[in-house]
Structure formats: C-alpha cells, structure tokens
C-alpha cells in the first residue's frame, strides 16, 4: 500500500474522489513545509474561493488537519484537505522539497485570531515552562502592569 492510500481511511469515499478531482485539476496552489514541520496548502474551491490547509504528521500518521472551510469545521476531514494529502504526497514523490521558515506575518495573523484567554493561557503555561521566557514578557509588559496597579489603587 502506497503512503497516499493509508490516508485513504480519513476520508469518505466521495470526500476523497473530490479531494483528487481537486488535486487533479491543480487547485492546490500552494504548499509549504515550515520549520515546525506543519504542511499549509491554499486550496482553490469553486467560484474562486480559496481555503487554508494544515497538516502535521507524526511517524507517518496525520497528527493534525485543519482547514478553514465550513465543512470542516463540523470536524470532518474535507476534500480541500484531501487535495493537499496529495499534492504533498506528489511533492514527496518529486524529492522537490523546500522548508519555508515562519513568516512573522503568519504567526501575527495567526494571533490575531486566537480567542485572548486561550492565548493568555498558552503564554502563562510557556512561562512556567520556560524561566527565561518569563522574564522576557516581564520586562516587556510589566510597565503596563504597573499602570493598571495604579489605577486600580
């Protein structure tokens, strides 16, 4: 069995045919393989509408998927992601394989939209973690801080 057809599993049967219909047509337009090691695809859909893949593996398995259509935010996998399953099974194929360094863009925008307890959380859980960390949002926030102390007093 190939790698492209353990993926197989994931999907519907009509998911997957539409996903390699997509593939097929090179809606696909995108795809990067950053640093973290997490695959972004940008999948072209109809009516020129365009959706945002990403994929991580782990040992071979999908670790992650995520895309930003209606679809799958019902928590299904989708034919956009199915498409890029196999654009990177192509690009594997091909041995043709640049890793993309995260882009600040990226990562503010990927902030922008992250709900504010749930980034307050992940950066207290990282300075827990990391005591260099810490201090770094320390000093940089602690004159903020120290403002809303006096004004609450």
Same mark, same amino acid.
């Given at each position: 069995?190939?790698?492209?057809?353990?993926?197989?599993?994931?999907? !519907?049967?009509?998911?997957?045919?539409?996903?390699?219909?997509?593939?097929?047509? +090179?809606?696909?337009?995108?795809?990067?393989?950053?640093? !973290?090691?997490?695959?972004?695809?940008?999948?072209?859909?109809?009516?020129?509408?365009?959706?945002?893949?990403?994929?991580?593996?782990?040992?071979?398995?999908?670790?992650?998927?995520?895309?930003?259509?209606?679809? !799958?935010?019902?928590?299904?996998?989708?034919?956009?992601?199915?498409?890029?399953?196999?654009?990177?099974?192509?690009?594997?194929?091909?041995?043709?394989? +640049?890793?993309?360094?995260?882009?600040?863009?990226?990562? +503010?925008?990927?902030?922008?939209?992250?709900?504010?307890?749930?980034?307050?959380?992940?950066?207290?859980?990282?300075?827990?973690?990391?005591?260099?960390?810490?201090?770094?949002?320390?000093?940089?926030?602690?004159?903020?801080?120290?403002?809303?102390?006096?004004?609450?007093?």
């Amino acid at each position: 069995m190939s790698r492209i057809d353990a993926f197989r599993r994931y999907f !519907s049967p009509l998911i997957w045919d539409r996903g390699a219909l997509y593939h097929t047509e +090179e809606r696909v337009r995108t795809l990067e393989l950053h640093a !973290s090691g997490m695959w972004h695809a940008h999948v072209l859909a109809q009516q020129q509408k365009a959706y945002d893949v990403a994929l991580a593996f782990n040992e071979g398995e999908i670790h992650f998927m995520a895309c930003t259509c209606t679809y !799958s935010k019902r928590k299904l996998p989708c034919k956009h992601m199915a498409a890029a399953l196999m654009a990177i099974d192509a690009m594997l194929e091909s041995e043709e394989i +640049e890793v993309v360094s995260t882009k600040a863009a990226e990562l +503010e925008r990927v902030l922008m939209n992250v709900q504010h307890e749930r980034l307050v959380g992940f950066v207290a859980e990282a300075a827990r973690e990391d005591k260099e960390f810490a201090l770094r949002v320390w000093s940089e926030f602690v004159d903020e801080m120290s403002s809303i102390i006096m004004l609450q007093n």
